[in-house]
Structures are given as structure tokens and as C-alpha cells.
């Protein structure tokens, strides 16, 4: 989570949400009714786990991009597993098939957009007390607006619409980009210090709830219910012990791939107290919790009915697939990409520094942000083609 959660305060410090707000405008409002800059947010979980997700809403809820209410939803929906966990903790090391991890991860991301795109119609997103103030604030803008003189007005809007109109989107990004630099102020060094030290805030934090969730669990399934499955207690709190034991248990594989997707659609109530910590600063109340909680079983519930109808399709051709991607694997380990062929469980191939990561984590992050590019422009297209 390292290379991501890092990545993430540094795009935000350099204004690279702010120009790339300006491309995934028409994709995050169309489809999740939020600005464009929460596309990167929802990218960083993808990539990078629950905790980067949540850490980079959070940047963008203290920078202003977002409100509190938007905060809620965006967390919501950049909840992801981390790639590299479900690759290769679940595919590659619990079910000896790491073909299984990139059909759980790719169901995974799937089912999360769709619950996040029903989320926003059909679950009544929460209130805060920081929204109304900030709506306050913005009336009080715009009443001061009106009590300005009419021509003072009219001066100043004319030329500002006119170099609108001169400016292409590129333009836009690149101003966007050094005014926020500009607010933000930090040196290279300083910025880099200071993301090195909160990302492994982060991480020595999210370490520690799953310590104490995996004491919780070991508790609870001795002396309150002994007699339970090993998998129940598990897959309700925690995400990684939750996965491990339902690997080991001796279901159908159609099953047992659609309650992995499950669990890893709701990701635990430890993660979800993971992000609540994160987001800390956007005040949750406990309606947001319930709203959050209720995207995460959307997830689940979409997840496990993907897995349980694609997967006997899927397993039919996986042997052959795979075949082909581990002799391709074998030969391109060293190119950027390398690092998501992954070798069967028997070989000994790691990755040994953190660093090495910083490369396929920048170019695994730039291809997720081409490809949401990609869709907004569609999205945008599609938007004047119907809308004449």
C-alpha cells in the first residue's frame, strides 16, 4: 500500500487532481454525481487498497475539492481489496490457482462500480452538519455577488468569458494544476518527508486493527460461538482471515469463488472502521457509517451473483489462459509490467524493496486513469449525441 498511498498525497499537493477533474468531469458526474476530481480518489482504491482510497478523499476533503457528503459517497466507492492481496494472498497462496485472482479481482472491480452507481440513485446519502455550514457559505457568496454593481459585473464577466472560450481543456488542466501547487506551497523535500511520515501512519494503523481484529475473532469463536463455522466470525470482521478460511473450506468451486467475492465486496467491519478512522477530519456520523455499510453489502450481493454465473464459463477456459500468461510471464518479468505475472506458488520469485514497486505502481495507476479517461470521453459523447 506504500508506493499508492504515497503517490496519492503527492498528485494531490501538485494539483494533478485538479487538472485531472477537468478530463473525468463528465464520467464522475454522469455516472457517481460526484466533481472530477473524485476520479482519482476511486483510481488510488483501485489500485491500491481501501486505505489509500480512503487516505486520498480524505486529502481532498482538507484541500476543499470536496464537501463532507460528497466525502462519504467517494469513500464508499473507492473501497476496494488491494490488487496484489487478492493476486496473489488469494489467488496464488489460498487456492493454489492464481488464475482465481484475476477473476476475483476483476469481478471485484466490476461489482464495485455497479454498486457504487446504484448507490448514488437509490441509497439516500447522509447529511452533515459541515455540509449545511458549507452551503451557507456559498450563499452568502453569491448574495455578496448580487450586491455588487451591475456593471462592475458585467465588466468583469465579459472578458473572463471570452478567455473561456479561447482556453481548450489542456489549458484548463495546466492552470487548474499550478494554482493548486501554488495553495499547497511545499518544496519537493518537504512534501516528501511529510508524505513518507503519514503514509506510514496509515500503515502502522491499519496494521494495528487487523491485530487486534484477529485477537477479536480468536475470542469470540472460542468461547462465544464454538460450535460455528470457522469461516463465520472471520469473514464478518476481517478481510484477510476471512479469505484464508474459507479457502480451506471443502465447498463447490462455484460457491466457494462467489463467497470470496462476497467477503471481498463487503471487506470487513475492520476495514470499515480503518476508513472511518482515515476520514476523521470529514467528522462520519453514524448515518454515514450505515450508508457506507450499505454500499458494502451492495457490493457483496453483486459480486457473489457475478461469481456464481461466470465462473463455470471462466474455469472452463482458465487452464489454457493461464498456460500461455505464466510462458509469457516467464519471459517478461523485467519489463514495467511484470510485476502482475505472477509465478505459480512453488516458485520463490519476490519482490525484495519497496521502491521497485514505485515504477508498476505509477504505470498500473496511469493505465487504470487512460482507461476512466477513455470512458469519460465517452460518456461525454454520448451525453451531446442524446441530448439534441
Known amino acids: 500500500m506504500l508506493p499508492f498511498l504515497m503517490l496519492s498525497q503527492m498528485l494531490t499537493a501538485f494539483g494533478f487532481t485538479h487538472a485531472i477533474g477537468a478530463l473525468l468531469g463528465p464520467l464522475m458526474q454522469r455516472w457517481f454525481r460526484l466533481p472530477g476530481n473524485a476520479g482519482l480518489a476511486i483510481a488510488v482504491g483501485m489500485c491500491g487498497g481501501f486505505p489509500a482510497g480512503a487516505d486520498a478523499v480524505s486529502r481532498l476533503f482538507q484541500d476543499r475539492q470536496i464537501t463532507a457528503k460528497q466525502a462519504v459517497v467517494l469513500a464508499a466507492a473507492s473501497h476496494f481489496a488491494n490488487p496484489m492481496m487478492i493476486i496473489l494472498v488469494v489467488g496464488a497462496a489460498f487456492l493454489h490457482q492464481p488464475a482465481a485472482g484475476y477473476f476475483l479481482l476483476m469481478v471485484h472491480w466490476i461489482s464495485g462500480w455497479i454498486a457504487a452507481i446504484l448507490a448514488t440513485r437509490l441509497l439516500p446519502a447522509p447529511g452533515n452538519q459541515k455540509d449545511r455550514v458549507g452551503s451557507k457559505a456559498v450563499q452568502a457568496d453569491k448574495s455578496s455577488l448580487d450586491s455588487q454593481p451591475a456593471s462592475s459585473t458585467s465588466r468583469s464577466s465579459a472578458p473572463h468569458h471570452a478567455t473561456f472560450k479561447r482556453r481548450s481543456v489542456w489549458s484548463d488542466m495546466m492552470i487548474a494544476a499550478r494554482e493548486a501547487h501554488r495553495r499547497d506551497g511545499r518544496g519537493f523535500g518537504k512534501l516528501l518527508g511529510d508524505t513518507v511520515s503519514q503514509a506510514v501512519q496509515t500503515l502502522m494503523m491499519t496494521g494495528g486493527y487487523m491485530i487486534g481484529f484477529a485477537v477479536f475473532i480468536r475470542l469470540v469463536s472460542l468461547y462465544l460461538t464454538p460450535g460455528s463455522s470457522a469461516a463465520l466470525w472471520p469473514a464478518f470482521f476481517e478481510l484477510h482471515l476471512g479469505t484464508y478460511h474459507l479457502s480451506q473450506t471443502s465447498l463447490t468451486p462455484a460457491l466457494l469463488m462467489s463467497l470470496l467475492a462476497a467477503v471481498l465486496g463487503w471487506g470487513g467491519l475492520c476495514s470499515h472502521l480503518q476508513v472511518s478512522a482515515v476520514l476523521k477530519t470529514t467528522g462520519p456520523s453514524s448515518k454515514s457509517m450505515l450508508y457506507f455499510a450499505g454500499v458494502r453489502l451492495t457490493h457483496g450481493l453483486i459480486a457473489f451473483f457475478i461469481s456464481l454465473f461466470l465462473w463455470m464459463p471462466f474455469s472452463r477456459y482458465s ?4 498456460t500461455t500468461l505464466q510462458t509469457n510471464a516467464e519471459q517478461d518479468l523485467s519489463t514495467p509490467f ?44 454520448f451525453n451531446r449525441r442524446f441530448s439534441r
Do not use: D, K, Q, R
Open 338 to 381: 511484470g510485476w502482475l505475472l505472477i509465478h505459480s506458488p512453488g516458485n520463490t520469485y519476490t519482490i525484495n524493496t519497496v521502491w521497485s514497486v514505485f515504477p508498476a505502481a505509477c504505470m498500473g495507476l496511469a493505465l487504470l486513469l487512460a482507461v476512466m479517461v477513455s470512458l469519460s470521453g465517452l460518456t461525454f459523447w
Open 319 to 322: 487452464t489454457e489462459v493461464w
